[in-house]
């Protein structure tokens, strides 16, 4: 088999380090092959994106393709613009997302706007590890400039949102773009919703220079801060690419990827009157809480948003996320999708009012997250020893070994990509989650410990 190169958000390395131009031509070269035809291609603002996004460009001409550039766009926008142009045979998306600035990506996107299946990226490592021949020189590719890709993503986006309500509302919004691809179309979109919108950080010069891009408590400090002083209604952040948003409620408080995720679940199913949401294991228990009780049904997947994108659509599911922000709406398309969480958060408030009371009356759980270094060869007889250890307690196994509480559950999961063992506890008080990670934490040691030469 080809050596991997893609890992859970596409090829990632740091620039001219393991992330060059050779490698991405010669990627382009494998992807051209496998997409053929009419290909686009966009990145964030990082400083190096042109320098991926032409070699990578190189490398799809010389297997004959016509590229379209869109620019420096969100991954959603890219995802969308592939998805509703049926000529467009796959897209390639330049982005590390919300790694430091030194770091840069190659992502591929399906004929259909969602994230390439594993099965197509072994494929493309195959061709990769090949160096495919080139095409003769009559049949080199083409490139093309290809203008408002981000303008029809953002309309498609106030389409599908209650914009009328949105608007009457005079909602006033702090957002934080991380100095990302949303610089242009989060503004752009909080203004065609009358939104007024207090930026931060929404300057494209690609060097991150405000705060790291992974849109956590302490990277949002000042969006926290300029919240207090502006009486805003809500504050809004994305990640590097834009497929993820978290919020700041207008009292500063920063809300957890899972209370997101329940609020948008509970709007989904009290819209449709029911309806299944689709979540990863590790969320929070307060997402299926909120989600029966409005009527609705949780399927658990794997952690991941293709598998739960995937998962979407074989079950007709109305609405889906991770508990990172990552939330994907049906009717838009099956991905993550930053700007349509953001305006679909828009229509929330502007119907229900404060956000501060509607988190303040979700249900309330602990979660003890910890993180241990696991080689990857002991993950399977790691596993086999939890497995052993749990067999007459109710357990799952859809992604690692989930133990179910009464008051709560324990998830240990060993990484697929990476030297890493999680164990996540969560339950009704900190105490109890607390005790049942460290037990697990105790026991996973003692294991690996006792297999050390
Ligand atoms: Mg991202």
Not at 190 to 196: F, G, M, T, Y
Not at 284 to 299: F, N, P, Q, R, Y
Request: charged fraction near 25%.
């Amino acid at each position: 088999m080809a050596k991997r190169l893609f890992g859970t958000n596409g090829v990632r390395g740091v620039v001219n380090d393991d992330m060059t131009s050779e490698l991405g031509l010669r990627l382009g070269k494998a992807i051209g092959e496998f997409f053929g035809g009419t290909v686009a291609i966009a990145s964030d603002t990082r400083v190096s994106g042109d320098m991926i996004k032409s070699a990578v460009s190189a490398g799809l001409m010389a297997m004959g393709c016509r590229v379209l550039d869109l620019g420096v766009i969100p991954t959603p926008a890219i995802q969308y613009f592939v998805k509703t142009h049926n000529h467009v045979s796959g897209g390639v998306m330049i982005t590390a997302s919300h790694n430091p600035p030194e770091f840069n990506g190659i992502k591929c996107i399906a004929p259909d706007g969602t994230e390439l299946h594993r099965s197509d990226e072994e494929q493309i490592e195959k061709k990769y590890e090949e160096d495919v021949p080139c095409k003769p020189w009559s049949e080199v590719g083409t490139r093309d400039e290809v203008l408002g890709a981000a303008d029809s993503y953002v309309d498609a986006v106030v389409s599908l949102v209650d914009s009328e309500t949105i608007r009457a509302a005079n909602l006033v919004a702090v957002l934080d773009c991380a100095n990302g691809a949303a610089y242009y179309t989060a503004p752009l979109l909080l203004s065609k919703l009358n939104v007024r919108a207090i930026t931060l950080n929404a300057n494209p010069q690609g060097e991150f220079p405000g705060h790291p891009s992974e849109p956590t408590e302490d990277n949002l400090a000042i969006l926290i801060e300029t919240i207090k002083h502006t009486k805003a209604d809500i504050g809004i952040a994305h990640d590097g690419d834009a497929d993820r948003t978290v919020f700041i409620t207008e009292k500063g408080e920063f809300i957890s990827g899972d209370k997101s995720l329940a609020l948008m679940a509970e709007m989904a199913v009290s819209k449709k009157g029911g309806g299944k949401i689709v979540t990863p294991v590790s969320s929070s228990s307060m997402v299926e809480d909120v989600v029966v009780k409005a009527g609705g049904e949780v399927i658990y997947t794997a952690v991941g948003s293709p598998v739960v994108a995937r998962k979407m659509i074989d079950t007709d599911a109305i609405f889906g996320g991770e508990e990172n922000g990552g939330l994907i709406f049906p009717d838009m398309q099956y991905c993550r999708d930053g700007a349509m969480t953001a305006a679909k958060m828009l229509e929330y408030i502007a119907d229900k009012g404060s956000l501060q009371e509607r988190i303040d009356a979700l249900p309330v759980y602990f979660t003890d997250k910890r993180k241990l270094e696991c080689p990857a060869e002991m993950r399977e007889s790691l596993m086999e020893h939890l497995k052993k250890l749990n067999a007459a307690r109710t357990t799952d196994s859809t992604d690692g070994l989930k133990i179910i509480y009464p008051d709560g559950w324990v998830l240990l999961r060993p990484s697929g990509t990476e030297q890493i063992f999680r164990i996540y506890s969560e339950a009704k008080d900190t105490e109890t989650a607390e005790k049942r990670g460290a037990y697990y934490e105790g026991i996973v040691k003692d294991f690996l410990n006792s297999y050390k030469i």
